[in-house]
């Protein structure tokens, strides 16, 4: 039996690792380092509604223990998503969840609509990326917002989806219960923290786009944290994320109540982090007799 | 799989001038692969994110790597720390497009400070039909002048103080040298009004070039999208990544502009 076999909104997934959406592209450049089947899914590449082309570079800035960037969800568009990217993905025995985001209300619904045709197995729904003006975190950092995005694109297709919540609000946990009470499957978090650096020499912002969003270890605690309160106010399953970048990392974030995990930041440190991360809780299963995994889901004993 | 990712033994350094380190790396798999103009990511304990170098020369034979680097930050100064026999964690090699021979004979290569290392192997293609020119803040920045000399290339050296070589930059003596013979390509790697002007000269007169541009990286194998520069093709101008479909680009389809 597959001790780390995990079944997340209804979906089964070989192992609770995912690399995080935007960090990974649409997996083919990783296929150079390892055989994609390892993974337990894959979150690809933020789609919208047309090509973006993002942000003016420079698009990323290093942080104590972490990195900033500031891409603008740079993508070539849901159509050509579906056409040129999907069916590639689709045959690599993995599962794969599309990202998605749109720019206004309407753009959510028709990004939606369209992915509902394919064969995807799951839809994750940011609304909170940092990085650009309209739609993105707009929606993602009030309960109306949130709520109005998860009505239309549950309207929009059957297939589970996964609302991915923003870090730069006072309270995730009333956000998370707003999207659930609007038929989300499920929800990840966290989206990465807004954030600054500046080049004290020039007395300009490293990131051209001046602010970014923050990700890495330095954002793990928050992270942890975060998903900790989420998990103890909804009932659907969360998928934590956010510093993520060792096995032990995983369980914590396990523990603190995450179903499932994504790997972002770490990857670009070492690319093979998530496999590491798999074969760190298949041992952690092992050496601690575990039946699943899923036994350590949420079991923190909080004082 | 095409890219090797590992720890490696540092098998020489030495340093070349101040601030600036040579470094050659025992990887038989990575140099087997490695083309000129591609480039290494190297891990440097305590930070995030990996520094790329260029690759400063390719030994298949012996299977080993060479770059040559200068300490700007703190990632830097930390690698330039590292001793003979210390392993180095790299992924290499990196860089979807390097540096293109085919079709020319004659070529002009410049190197603008620490963009010269990337130059070398490209000065060892064209041995004697190559004439490289190298330009540096002061005689202390100069590096490299003789493994060009070593390629049977002629060598030109400018200064922006004349302290070696002959003061000036280098794109005065690129116009000289265009006067005297006119080269198939231009091959350059430097700071980017260096390159803008290199560029420019090169389009008065009808000749290729093929640069090699730098921006700061994520992923550095085109998964992450945070390397883009501006090109322009038919007119269009879209975004390139500097690490995938780089870091070597035609010069005319770079917009150099801030
Ligand atoms: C393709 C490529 C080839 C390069 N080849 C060489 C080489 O052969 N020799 C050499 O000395 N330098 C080279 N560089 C520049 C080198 O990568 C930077 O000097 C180095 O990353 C600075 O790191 P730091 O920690 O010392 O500086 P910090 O300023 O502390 O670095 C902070 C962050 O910014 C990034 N960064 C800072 N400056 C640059 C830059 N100019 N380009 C890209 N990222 C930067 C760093 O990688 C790091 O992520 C190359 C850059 C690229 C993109
Ligand atoms: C370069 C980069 C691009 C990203 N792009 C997206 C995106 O398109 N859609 C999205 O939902 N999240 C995106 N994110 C956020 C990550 O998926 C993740 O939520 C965040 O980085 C926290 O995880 P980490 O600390 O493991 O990186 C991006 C993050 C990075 C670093
Ligand atoms: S560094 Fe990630 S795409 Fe170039």
Redesign the interface.
């Known amino acids: 039996m597959n001790k780390l076999a995990v079944n997340f909104a209804g979906v089964d997934f070989k192992n609770p690792v995912i690399p995080a959406s935007?960090?990974?592209?649409y997996g083919k450049?990783?296929e150079?380092?390892f055989d994609l089947s390892r993974l337990g899914g894959i979150s690809v590449?933020g789609t919208t509604e047309k090509l973006r082309?993002?942000n003016l570079?420079?698009?990323?800035?290093?942080?104590p223990?972490?990195?900033l960037?500031s891409?603008g969800l740079?993508n070539p568009g849901v159509d050509h998503f579906i056409a040129h990217e999907l069916p590639y993905l689709m045959g690599k025995n993995t599962v794969i969840i599309a990202n998605m985001a749109g720019s206004t209300a309407d753009g959510y619904r028709e990004v939606a609509e369209k992915l509902d045709q394919t064969d995807v197995p799951m839809i994750e729904v940011n609304i909170s990326c940092p990085n650009v003006k309209a739609g993105g975190a707009a929606f993602g950092v009030s309960c109306e917002g949130a709520a109005q995005i998860t009505k239309i694109v549950r309207a929009a297709t059957k297939k589970p989806i996964m609302i991915k919540l923003s870090p730069n609000v006072t309270n995730i946990a009333e956000i998370a219960k707003a999207v659930e009470a609007e038929g989300a499957d499920a929800v990840s978090l966290i989206n990465t923290l807004l954030g600054m650096r500046i080049d004290i020499r020039t007395k300009r912002p490293i990131l051209h786009n001046n602010v970014g969003g923050l990700s890495?270890?330095a954002v793990f605690p928050v992270a942890v944290r975060m998903v900790w309160q989420v998990a103890n106010a909804v009932k659907i399953p969360v998928c934590g994320m956010g510093g993520i970048s060792t096995w032990e990392d995983a369980v914590e974030m396990m523990m603190a109540g995450a179903s499932t995990v994504q790997v972002g930041?770490a990857?670009?440190?070492?690319?093979?982090a998530a496999v590491k991360i798999i074969d760190g809780l298949e041992k952690y299963v092992e050496d601690n007799h575990l039946n699943s995994i899923n036994d350590i889901v949420g079991a923190v004993k909080p004082w | 799989m095409k890219y090797t990712q590992g720890c490696y033994p540092i098998i020489s350094k030495t340093a070349l001038a101040k601030e600036i380190y040579d470094m050659t790396i025992l990887c038989p798999d990575a140099a087997q692969a490695a083309q000129a103009g591609q480039f290494i990511n190297i891990k440097v304990d305590g930070f995030m994110l990996r520094r790329p170098i260029s690759i400063c020369g390719i030994d298949k034979e012996k299977g080993t790597l060479r770059i040559v680097f200068e300490v700007r930050g703190k990632g830097t100064k930390e690698l330039s720390q590292l001793a003979e026999g210390d392993l180095i964690d790299i992924i290499a090699p990196l860089g979807g497009n390097g540096f293109k021979f085919d079709g020319y004979n004659k070529a002009v290569i410049i190197g603008g400070g620490i963009g010269n290392p990337p130059m070398l192997p490209i000065a060892e293609h064209f041995g004697t039909n190559a004439k490289i020119i190298s330009g540096f803040r002061n005689s202390s920045a100069v590096i490299l002048q003789n493994d060009f000399a070593k390629t049977g290339a002629q060598t030109i050296l400018c200064t922006d103080d004349g302290s070696a070589g002959r003061k000036g930059f280098v794109t005065d003596a690129l116009k000289e040298e265009i006067a005297k013979e006119k080269p198939d390509v231009i091959y350059a790697c430097g700071p980017s009004v260096m390159l803008k002007r290199i560029v420019e000269i090169a389009r008065e007169n009808g000749i290729r070039t093929q640069v090699s541009l730098e921006e700061r990286m994520g992923c550095g194998i085109g998964a992450c999208l945070v390397c883009v520069c501006r090109t322009i093709r038919d007119g269009e101008e879209f975004y390139s990544h500097v690490c995938k479909d780089g870091p070597v680009f035609d010069g005319e389809e770079v917009n150099f502009d801030e």
């Open positions: 935007g960090t990974f592209g450049e990783y150079e380092f590449k082309t993002g570079p420079p698009r990323i800035a290093e942080t223990s972490g990195m960037n891409v740079q890495g270890p930041a990857l670009f440190n070492d690319p093979l």
